[in-house]
């Protein structure tokens, strides 16, 4: 889902805090914050994390407490552990590929090519568009006898059905998010390379070293902070993918692009099993924050060592 | 300083190629839209011939775009305005309160962006029926208000650290209230960052599908992501009317994007994310 908000970390390394203000601010200027974060974000989040121990449908007032019942359906049910599995394999595949594939264009704009502007410009476009449009845009470009199907037909592989065939429907949702998303690695790598001096670099080009060394003894541990912010930014929005399944395969065919947040959707809208839908919401949030303390926990390590 | 060499040149050509790849699903959004369906199913690769806009204005008369659109705009502007105000002035109380408390506070809030806000939309739901806001666009953007809000202050909240504070240590000692500090001292710096703020929650608002889904579906006040997809579930496989409506509904933050490109890659390479 594209709305959810997750830092990684400040961008940039900051300075010390200044020193605190010697006046003390009331308040009461935070009271309509406060009262935003309080009425929208924290009561209705615990209201939800105690229903995930419920019955209630979603709807009416009968509301039962069931203790685990919910989480012990949730891991008997065939259905939620294809969609775990479905949705690690599609998190860890997104930061891989988005990542790889950032990096390689960051990279290649950092470097002193004359088309480096334009081009950052429109690799990094796809990332303003509406996720539920992207989604559709694909949903035709893999429709049998469609662009991609055509293409792989003049290349000899007839009758390609990328989102219908349950063996590759994953990578074609996969590769859409991908396509979307490649450019925001792309910038927050580009943002990192820009930070390095760049004697460093001619440093090492004086000392002998080739394009391959100056990567990997150069930029890359240089690089170590915009690496982590992407790799924790892509984990985590991949963790919750929802609007790019339901605008290709809609979970289908079968089980086979089904995520925790589409079945999360079915559930607690379509079925009405609405306990039973946030204790699938409860699993993500779970595996969103072991993803969020390993990043805190390795940036920690590096500042210390 | 290294010059342009033959590899440069190499380069060039193969970054050239791999936006063309990235460039190509963008081409097919513009240059089905301009063919007819039958057009499209006979030749999915072709490029339009002549300038045929039949799908625009059925998509824009028959899909209910142009209100939903209004709706979304309305949704993002006003969500936007309350968090630049409501954001400001908390980060504000957040960056310079005395005690310890401000910065606890400020802890909590920054938390909430690890919440998954399905786990709350629901029960928000219900809390909007009871007070009669139930399908009502008010709905969407006080859900937005809170929901992007912990994003909100974290970039206010880091700008005014960086803040001296002796400006405002002055101005005090001058006799002006807190309310006068942050008016006449604060409020004028925070452009750069309100940009930002400004850029980051709107995309965010305005892209988002399934609260909007969840709190308008089936009313008249949708957003233009929830009328895309009732529309492209609509016309199935007529590609053609399907792609119109969804060129038409990136026009407006595509005009946006090229128009502010520099700054909005800025705020995004920042690593924060809306």
């Known amino acids: ?305 | 300083m290294r010059r342009y060499s033959s590899r440069t040149f190499l380069l060039e050509i193969v970054m050239v190629a791999a936006a063309l790849v990235f460039v190509f699903p963008l081409w097919m959004l513009i240059s089905v839209g301009f063919r007819s369906s039958a057009d499209v199913a006979r030749n999915p690769l072709g490029a339009p011939t002549s300038l045929y806009l039949d799908n625009f204005v059925e998509g824009w008369r028959s899909g209910a775009l142009g209100p939903a659109m209004v709706n979304s705009v309305i949704i993002v502007v006003s969500a936007v305005v309350i968090l630049v105000v409501v954001g400001a002035a908390a980060s504000y109380y957040f960056a310079r309160s005395s005690g310890r408390t401000g910065g606890r506070l400020y802890l909590v809030v920054a938390a909430g962006l690890m919440v998954p806000f399905q786990i709350g939309v629901l029960p928000l739901y219900r809390l909007f029926t009871q007070v009669g806001l139930a399908g009502n666009p008010l709905s969407v953007i006080l859900f937005n208000a809170g929901i992007q809000l912990p994003l909100t202050v974290l970039l206010y909240t880091g700008f005014m650290r960086q803040l001296p504070v002796e400006y405002e240590e002055a101005a005090r000692v001058d006799g002006a209230t807190s309310w006068q500090v942050f008016r006449r001292v604060i409020v004028p710096l925070l452009l750069p960052v309100t940009g930002t703020v400004v850029i980051l929650d709107g995309i965010a608002i305005w892209n988002e599908f399934f609260t909007p889904l969840l709190y308008l579906g089936g009313t008249g006040n949708v957003t233009l992501p929830v009328q895309i997809y009732n529309f492209a579930g609509e016309y199935g496989a007529d590609w053609g009317r399907i792609f119109a409506g969804l060129l038409l509904a990136s026009i407006p933050v595509l005009i946006v994007f090229f128009v502010f490109q520099r700054y909005i890659i800025r705020s995004f390479g920042s690593g924060l994310k809306g």
Do not use: C, H
Not at chain 1, 121 to 146: N, S
């Open chain 1, 1 to 305: 889902m594209s709305s959810e908000t997750l830092t990684a970390a400040p961008p940039v390394a900051l300075p010390q805090r200044r020193r605190r203000a010697l006046y003390g601010v009331p308040i009461w200027f935070a009271v309509p914050g406060l009262f935003f974060f309080l009425a929208i974000v924290a009561y209705p989040t615990v209201l939800g994390v105690y229903y995930a121990f419920t019955d209630w449908s979603g709807l009416g007032s009968a509301i039962n407490f069931i203790g685990l019942d919910n989480f012990v359906a949730l891991f008997s049910s065939a259905e939620t552990l294809a969609a775990l599995g479905n949705t690690v394999l599609m998190a860890a595949s997104i930061t891989i590929l988005q990542n790889v594939i950032g990096l390689a264009l960051a990279l290649g704009v950092s470097s002193r090519i004359k088309s480096r502007n334009i081009l950052r410009t429109l690799l990094f476009a796809p990332v303003v568009m509406t996720p539920i449009i992207v989604g559709y845009l694909w949903q035709f470009l893999y429709v049998p006898d469609g662009p991609v199907s055509t293409i792989a037909a003049a290349l000899g592989f007839s009758g390609v059905n990328v989102l219908g065939d349950p063996s590759t429907a994953l990578w074609g949702v996969v590769s859409v998010v991908v396509w979307q998303y490649s450019g925001y690695s792309m910038v927050i790598f580009v943002a990192g390379i820009q930070n390095i001096p760049e004697e460093v670099g001619e440093a090492a080009e004086l000392d002998g070293a080739g394009p391959f060394k100056r990567f990997a003894y150069v930029t890359w541990p240089l690089i170590r902070t915009a690496t982590g912010i992407n790799l924790t930014l892509s984990l985590i929005t991949s963790l919750k993918l929802f609007d790019q399944v339901i605008a290709t395969t809609q979970g289908g065919p079968g089980y086979a692009t089904q995520t925790l947040s589409t079945l999360l959707y079915n559930q607690a809208f379509l079925y009405n099993r609405y306990g039973y839908g946030i204790a699938l919401g409860l699993i993500v949030f779970i595996l969103i924050a072991v993803v969020a303390f390993a990043q805190m926990w390795l940036l920690r390590d590096r500042s210390e060592s």
